[in-house]
């Protein structure tokens, strides 16, 4: 299994990002997708969650702000970030699990300036 992200950079406060990661190796459409970030000396925290079904969940500190989604056609999952703020900075992992297995993409580096 391989998970690709890109889209992260840096932004104003108040500004938006997507970040996007692509799968292989895996039954795509079975997966449950997961975004984290860690932001510097912190733990990685949990962010977003979307099952096969499409349900979501999201960290309190996010909720109505960013949105995850997932298109199955390009294995994709999407991470829509709205009214970044500075404590939004961090890199962010897109994760999974196949058969038991945990799987964490490379990172995408999100700076959010004030």
């Known amino acids: 299994v391989q998970l690709q992200a890109s889209g992260g950079g840096l932004v104003q406060a108040g500004g938006s990002l997507r970040l996007s990661c692509a799968a292989s190796g895996t039954v795509f459409s079975y997966s449950t997708m997961r975004w984290y970030r860690q932001a510097p000396d912190n733990q990685r925290e949990l962010v977003a969650t979307?099952?096969?079904?499409?349900?979501?969940t999201y960290a309190d500190s996010v909720k109505g702000r960013f949105t995850i989604s997932r298109d199955n056609g390009k294995n994709t999952v999407y991470l829509q970030m709205n009214n970044l703020k500075p404590e939004d900075t961090g890199v962010y992992y897109c994760?999974?699990?196949?058969?038991?297995?945990?799987?964490w993409g490379q990172g995408t580096e999100v700076t959010v300036s004030s």
């Open positions: 994760q999974t699990a196949w058969m038991t297995k945990p799987y």
């Open positions: 979307i099952g096969p079904s499409g349900t979501t």
